[in-house]
């Protein structure tokens, strides 16, 4: 079966870095779209970025053009996403997804001092 496993969230102080990482299996990680999106309490789902099954082609949320960076490894199956100058408005619990349709549980992500 389809399994999207991310790590890499925590707390981090506002201007700081952290790299999530999203371990896939049960299908053909090569072939698809991947992305990153994020959930704040009280608001809807919002795009981070999404990549081409190649990498050709990466598309970003407005919030994060400039600082964050999402790139994938197809030899290991896995969606990365480098997070820097960070800040308060970042915290979120992010989730991957294999668009459009498969998502994973979720990483927490706190920016506060």
């Known amino acids: 079966q389809v399994q999207l496993v991310e790590s890499g969230g925590g707390l981090v102080q506002p201007g700081g870095s952290l790299r999530l990482s999203c371990a896939t299996s049960?299908?053909?990680?090569?072939?698809?779209?991947m992305g990153w999106y994020r959930q704040a309490p009280g608001k809807l789902r919002e795009l981070v970025a999404t990549?081409?099954?190649?990498?050709?082609?990466?598309n970003y949320g407005d919030s994060v053009k400039g600082r964050f960076t999402i790139s994938r490894d197809n030899a290991k199956n896995t969606v990365y996403l480098e997070m820097n100058s960070l800040e308060p408005e970042d915290t979120a619990v992010y989730y991957c997804?294999?668009?459009?349709?498969?998502w994973g549980q979720g990483t927490q992500v706190t920016v506060s001092s």
């Open positions: 990549i081409s099954k190649t990498g050709s082609y990466i």
């Open positions: 049960g299908f053909t990680f090569s072939i698809y779209t």
């Open positions: 997804t294999r668009v459009p349709n498969y």
